[in-house]
Each structure stands twice: as C-alpha cells, then as structure tokens.
C-alpha cells in the first residue's frame, strides 16, 4: 500500500474542506425554503472555506519530513480518506442525489464531520503545529454540537 506524504495528507483536509464548503452550500440552496436550515448551512459552509484558508497555509509550515511511525498512519489516514464520508472511490460528497430530506441532509453532514473530525485528530498527532490544528478541531465538534441540536429540533422523540 503506498503512503501519503505529510503535504498529500494536508491536501486532502484541503480538499475535505472544500468538499464540505460545496456539500453545506448546496444543503444551503436544496432548502431554501426553511430559514432556519438554509442559515445553518451557509454558516457551516463559510467556516469550511475558513479551514480550507488555514490548512492550505499550514502546508507551506509543516514541510515534508516526515514523523517517526509515519507508515502505519499514513495507513490509517488512508483508511479513513477511502471511506464512504470521506473522499473515497465513490466520492460520496459531491454525490448528492440521495439527500432527499432535511433530515438526511443532517445525518449525511454528522457522519462526514465525524470521519473529518477523526482526520484531523491524526494529522494533529503527527505534526508539530498542533494549536493550529486544535483550532479546526474545536470548530469541527461545534459543527457536530450544532448538527445534532437542529437534528433534534425535527426529530420525533
């Protein structure tokens, strides 16, 4: 299995930012019609592009030397970029076609910032400009916080 280098592994969180931005802005547009959704999608797309802006400039930081134990999380991170959520085979993301409902608009977003999230925890793990990464962290739990709070304002309990 080939590994990722060190800036391969930060252009895909660029290229999930960007995937995210596209996904929220489209949600954004598909439900127009409910205020409260259309805004929560925008919002989440604006703060995608902020991501995107932060881990495109954290490539010209890192530089490729590469961390000890680098093999078996390149492993690991390639495992997480080949699942469905993620930017894998069938590039799910940009496969919009199933979204259907708000409510599966919500569960597709919250499986796909929780695989980011996962992302970013490893990549946290191997470099050494950690705060930066902590920052996107933070930002990408309070997108699942916010997800899941609007998720339970339709569900039926």
Same mark, same amino acid.
């Given at each position: *299995? /080939?590994?990722?280098?060190?800036? @391969?592994?930060? /252009? !895909?969180?660029? &290229?999930?930012?960007?995937?995210?931005? !596209? =996904?929220?802005?489209? *949600?954004?547009?598909?439900? +127009?019609?409910? +205020?409260?959704?259309?805004?929560?999608?925008?919002?989440?797309? !604006?703060? @995608?592009?902020?991501? /995107?802006?932060? =881990?495109? /400039?954290?490539?010209?930081?890192?530089?490729? #030397?590469?961390? @000890?134990? %680098?093999? @078996?999380?390149? &492993?690991?991170?390639?495992?997480?970029?080949?699942? +469905?959520?993620?930017?894998?085979?069938?590039?799910?993301?940009?496969?919009?076609?199933?979204?259907?409902?708000?409510?599966?608009?919500?569960?597709?977003?919250?499986?796909?910032?929780?695989?980011?999230?996962?992302?970013?925890?490893? $990549?946290?793990?191997? $470099?050494? +400009?950690?705060?930066?990464?902590? #920052?996107? $962290?933070? #930002? #990408?739990?309070?997108?699942? *916080? %916010?997800?899941?709070? =609007?998720?339970?304002? =339709?569900?039926?309990?």
């Amino acid at each position: *299995m /080939e590994k990722f280098s060190v800036n @391969e592994v930060i /252009e !895909q969180a660029v &290229q999930a930012e960007r995937l995210g931005y !596209q =996904f929220y802005s489209s *949600m954004a547009k598909k439900f +127009e019609k409910d +205020e409260a959704f259309k805004k929560l999608f925008e919002t989440l797309a !604006q703060k @995608e592009l902020r991501h /995107e802006k932060t =881990f495109s /400039e954290l490539k010209g930081i890192t530089g490729a #030397e590469e961390p @000890e134990g %680098w093999e @078996e999380v390149s &492993q690991y991170l390639r495992a997480i970029v080949e699942s +469905e959520f993620f930017l894998g085979r069938n590039k799910s993301l940009p496969s919009l076609e199933h979204v259907k409902s708000i409510g599966a608009a919500v569960n597709f977003a919250l499986g796909f910032e929780k695989e980011t999230l996962l992302y970013f925890y490893e $990549i946290r793990n191997v $470099i050494k +400009e950690k705060d930066i990464v902590d #920052e996107i $962290i933070n #930002e #990408e739990k309070s997108h699942i *916080m %916010w997800l899941n709070k =609007f998720k339970g304002s =339709f569900v039926k309990k």
